[in-house]
């Protein structure tokens, strides 16, 4: 397709999820409003001269976006790094941490907002706007924007908004779209089924494997783990087909995350025994966790997992 | 129905919206800042009106009883009021409009877009957590990185450094088993020598 590319200009506030993420910008005679999933782009375009009104609501918004957490996973490395190198700092440190987070807390509950815009057919939630000063930055643009194409009120709009309908008719009584997908996901599929079944066994079995160590067990497990990566990917490709519910798709993220930080945590491990037992060479990789320290985490870790599992699968919506 | 509240969806009180910085909600409390534009004011547009055709006058493609009033301007047809598109200066009839022809010049109506550099950093990158796998996907990324290196963008990105450091990702990956599976090869014949 031709890419006659039209100039966007960025619009206070962004949001970015794991996977999915919001942003507003402006062209030439309309706000674009663009939300990803990462391998997909989907955009919604609201003329200036057909927004009817723009409406900020402080409410408390606990939103974890990726820079926030990349902030917190260096700051927590950067603590464990000089826990070990500078123990005279480390209650400082906690103490710095403790500190950001009644911070981030503060501004979650204070000094955030939901933001609405109103057409005559539409209302839309626009989730990119979620701090109050990013709010307020992108509403100062946008009345500019808008006040250039539909002018501004000569008389006073308060007494006469009572005799007209703001946003579409139906949507009165109706919750705004909070996405493009349609609701008519299903909270648990057979694929999620198997997902959890098998985390649960792989629990089950890496705590069996820690009273007596059984090769062909220990095999089972590796086979466990290979169903649930591809029953991971597999409820991904049922979500973006909007068969599956957001929260399925949240847990299979979190557990590969915590299948794979278990796997480096294991091969570190195994490189700092070999160290301290004074060893040389390659460690060898290993599929599964074997050491003590690792397996009750891991075993835990699954076991948890399932159980949330269980819960949202049988979540009413 | 007046502005109602994010929160609770109750509408707002006049004379909170009358002071233009911030309205109460009487039922939930919140503090809403609002504002109206002309817009809400603007009188609906009513139904689009056609006039019928008279013996021995153009008459519309889709609609015989109805007047002619412009030519399609890709296919020729004659469009009634009710059928014609104006869209960048030019008339068309809905047939060819919706046929797809105006996407290949616009992307005004485009309303979603498959990033494929996002997919190839991705599938790059998110098998490192079992590396194993990248033995597998780094050729993968290779390929969507390239295949796909000259589609379009995001409508509002500019760079194509997604790309790239899949590319490069995918690159340090296919190295990185080469260079294993030539070490082990040469371990192995030297254990032979």
């Known amino acids: 397709m031709a890419d006659t590319r039209q100039k966007y200009r960025k619009i206070p506030g962004r949001r970015r999820g794991f996977i999915v993420s919001a942003s507003l910008w402006t062209g030439a005679d309309h706000l674009l409003a663009v939300r990803s999933a990462r391998f997909q782009e989907q955009y919604k375009r609201f003329y200036f001269r057909d927004i009817q009104a723009i409406v900020i609501t402080e409410a408390p918004r606990f939103v974890l976006s990726m820079p926030l957490l990349a902030a917190a996973a260096l700051l927590l490395t950067g603590v464990l790094i000089v826990r070990v190198l500078l123990p005279a700092l480390d209650a400082w440190l906690w103490l710095l941490l403790a500190a950001l987070t009644a911070v981030w807390i503060y501004i979650s509950m204070a000094q955030s907002c939901t933001c609405r815009l109103y057409t005559a057919v539409s209302r839309e939630d626009l989730p990119s706007l979620y701090r109050r000063w990013t709010a307020r930055k992108a509403l100062a643009e946008l009345e500019l924007r808008i006040a250039q194409v539909q002018g501004v009120f000569t008389e006073d709009w308060a007494e006469a908004v009572d005799v007209r309908a703001l946003g579409p008719a139906e949507a009165a009584s109706q919750p705004a779209a909070a996405g493009f997908r349609p609701a008519a996901a299903r909270p648990r599929t057979w694929v999620s089924d198997i997902f959890l079944a098998s985390l649960f066994a792989d629990a089950g079995i890496t705590l069996w494997l820690m009273r007596a160590p059984i090769s062909w067990l220990a095999d089972v497990s590796v086979a466990l783990t290979v169903v649930q990566i591809a029953s991971a990917i597999w409820i991904f490709v049922q979500r973006h087909r909007g068969i599956l519910r957001i929260g399925m798709q949240r847990l299979a993220i979190v557990a590969m995350l915590f299948i794979g930080g278990m796997t480096y945590a294991q091969m570190v491990g195994d490189a700092v025994s070999a160290a301290l037992a004074g060893k040389r060479g390659p460690i060898a990789a290993r599929a599964r966790p074997r050491s003590g320290i690792v397996r009750p985490i891991y075993s835990g870790g699954a076991a948890l997992l399932a159980i949330a599992g269980f819960v949202l699968s049988f979540k009413p919506e | ?193």
């Open chain 2, 1 to 193: 129905m007046p502005v109602p509240c994010n929160r609770c969806n109750r509408p707002l009180p006049k004379w909170g919206l009358a002071t233009q910085h911030a309205a109460l909600c009487p039922e939930c409390g919140a503090r809403n800042i609002v504002r109206v534009f002309p817009a809400l004011f603007y009188a609906p547009s009513g139904p689009v009106a056609t006039e019928s055709a008279a013996e021995g006058e153009a008459a519309c493609f889709d609609h015989p009883g109805k007047r002619a009033v412009a030519a399609c301007s890709r296919c020729g047809r004659f469009v009634c009021q009710l059928c014609s598109v104006d869209f960048k200066g030019a008339v068309w009839c809905p047939s060819c409009f919706t046929a797809g022809e105006y996407q290949t010049k616009t992307v005004e109506f485009e309303n979603s877009r498959t990033l494929y550099d996002s997919t190839a950093l991705v599938v790059a990158v998110a098998p490192l957590l079992m590396w194993p796998f990248t033995a597998l996907s780094a050729p993968i990324a290779l390929f969507v990185a390239l295949r796909y290196w000259n589609r379009p963008l995001s409508l509002v990105r500019r760079w194509r450094w997604r790309s790239a450091l899949a590319v490069a990702i995918a690159l340090c990956e296919i190295g990185g088993w080469t260079w294993g599976i030539a070490y082990l090869l040469l371990k192995a014949r030297a254990g032979h020598g």
